[in-house]
């Protein structure tokens, strides 16, 4: 059973960082993609990025490329995002997910987890 925890978020004004964490269990985490997907206040969940099993590559929506960096510890069974230079667009609930595959294409919420609140405001 795939359990996802996040946490790490918060309140921050624009142009600030957030690093936030995600604590894998219930499965190998070590064979899957991981991706962060974010979800906006009124509006639908978007991809935000993945990262591959070694956590050798990379991709990113072009809404946050350049400013935020996906990362992972698979000896920790943990997936991180950092968020630099936040802008309030950035605001939302981001889930941790498992990946079907290399895609960037959002899983069923199954694979999520109970996600984190990020409040970009001045």
């Known amino acids: 059973q795939v359990q996802l925890v996040e946490s790490g978020g918060g309140l921050v004004q624009p142009g600030g960082s957030l690093r936030l964490s995600c604590a894998a269990s219930?499965?190998?985490?070590?064979?899957?993609?991981m991706q962060w997907v974010r979800q906006a206040p009124g509006k639908g969940p978007e991809w935000v990025s993945n990262?591959?099993?070694?956590?050798?590559?990379?991709k990113y929506a072009d809404s946050v490329k350049g400013r935020f960096t996906i990362s992972r510890d698979n000896g920790k069974n943990t997936l991180y995002l950092q968020m630099n230079n936040l802008k309030p667009e950035d605001t939302g609930l981001y889930y941790c997910?498992?990946?079907?595959?290399?895609?960037?294409?959002?899983?069923?919420?199954?694979?999520w987890g109970q996600g984190t609140q990020v409040t970009v405001s001045s």
């Open positions: 219930g499965f190998t985490f070590s064979k899957y993609y």
């Open positions: 990262i591959n099993t070694g956590g050798t590559s990379t």
């Open positions: 997910a498992r990946s079907i595959d290399s895609r960037a294409v959002i899983p069923p919420r199954t694979y």
